[in-house]
DNA sequence: CGAGGGTTTGAAGTGCATCAAATAGTGTGG
DNA sequence: CCACACTATTTGATGCACTTCAAACCCTCG
């Protein structure tokens, strides 16, 4: 798998400042609230593997990830893991700490290295209430994030395997999109953790990504795929999903 | 189908206020606020399917559902529809309205006969910006419906049908629950509607509803169903789901 | 080199969808 | 209150998609 840039030590105080002002969470915020929330801000380097916390465990912090990647997922008492998401870079969870007293309903690990900011719940909301604009914002992320998941349940509802993983390619392009160079994205994790977070067991997985070959033409090296026809692709995979052609989260990127 | 208790003319300003002061959604507002709410507000008796908006739509107002059932739906290239929630009295929607210039992520209709309330999104972002108890409010509401979500997406990944069905009823239990009665629900709408709310076509739901009796001894007389034996029905759904035994969403109506 | 995890492939099974048709239920006008 | 028309629901037969279990392959890393 190819590394993301982790830190092995903690940014310092000017670092993390500048992270946080990056985010569209703190955005439009005072300097001293900047420099509050900077100042009360636990920062973690998390090995591949370490668990945050589990599911039903009380909401004692407010998370935002700043490298690598976590992943949200429940467990069965029969021990199916459905993972719900994989969250990176200016991600962030545990929002519902705006509650009091209410549990975490997934549990959260690191996938690989990572690094997260967490502040305690508290903190959060006593700056919610006291910082408007703040408020908002995490509104505004919300609003944002639910539409995803709102794209996910369709997804899951009538898409099939091979156009689900089309679909995530998809999004991935958007994302570092350059119209001169020749579509190419790596698999941002391992397939295991993408099949199951696409709702599959890895073998679908595995053939899904063959059939989706066969009928698109795009080519696969490790995690390195290539995608020669994105309208072949957008093509295969929209059609089965009220996005308009091409993808919304494309068009979005062009825009 | 039962009827709900939708009054065919509008409500009256008192009644109205009286509703909106009951929602969480307004919990803490002053008078004054609540009745700028009220003088604002557009409430619309709408007829059984009448469309509200399309997805893809500018997003103008934000609703608040006061009686009836409001199917939110995505419909593919291909004409199969995905039906994202269906949402009664007390919950709303359009809350993106908090941005500007976005578009609603899908279409919404009436199911029944149903009254909605609504005001235009510039009035929920000016009052949300003056006042933070609003802004906190929302973000609640929304943080407790994401977990909903969340459970959603899970239920999709790792249950059966008949799974799906039972989690389903579970929470209809939850919601009328008196422990000194045989616990007998109705069910909200349409067969065919709920299949696609579980994300099932109307054959498999009915199928699978058989399943159900015999592995649960629940009966079903129409919308009328029974269940004698609530942990059988539990075990029998719940094995399959995070949530601890017996369902979350019982566990908090207990408590 | 060899151990161990991640990935792919094969064969067989299960669950849900599809298509077609029967049945139950609802609302209508007579 | 009944008969008809129409819609919702159920049932049957069959097919496809995804899973399961098992084994092979591959890749990385000590």
């Known amino acids: 798998m190819h590394s993301s840039s982790v830190h092995s030590l903690p940014a310092n105080e000017k670092e993390r400042c500048a992270f946080l002002s990056s985010l569209p969470l703190f955005r439009g915020l005072s300097q001293d609230t900047l420099a509050y929330f900077s100042e009360h801000a636990r920062e973690e380097v998390l090995p591949k593997g370490k668990i945050l916390f589990l599911q039903g465990d009380p909401v004692n912090y407010f998370y935002v990830v700043m490298d ?19 969250l990176t870079t200016h991600h962030f ?61 369709e997804h899951l509802k009538v898409q099939t395997a091979p156009q689900r993983i089309g679909c995530f390619l998809l999004r991935l392009v958007s994302e ?20 199951l977070r696409l709702g599959l067991k890895s073998e679908t997985f595995s053939r899904a990504l063959n059939v989706l070959k066969k009928e698109t033409g795009i080519t696969i090296r490790g995690a390195a795929v290539s995608i020669p026809n994105i309208d072949k692709l957008s093509h295969y995979c929209c059609g089965a999903c009220s996005n308009e052609f091409p993808c919304q989260d494309l068009k979005q990127s062009n825009a």
């Open 93 to 153: 969870f545990g929002e519902m700490a705006v509650f009091d007293g209410k549990r975490y309903s997934w549990s959260a690990q690191a996938v690989d290295l990572s690094r997260v900011v967490s502040w305690p719940a508290a903190i959060l909301e006593e700056q919610a209430l006291l910082h408007n604009r703040l408020a908002i914002n995490i509104l505004r992320s919300m609003a944002d994030y639910r539409e995803q998941r709102d794209r996910e349940i």
């Open 68 to 86: 690598g990647w976590i992943k949200l997922f429940r467990e069965t008492l029969e021990g199916d893991e459905a993972v719900i998401d994989v």
């Open 176 to 195: 570092h999109w350059d119209k001169n160079t020749v579509p190419t994205i790596h698999l941002p994790y391992d397939k295991s953790l993408l099949a």
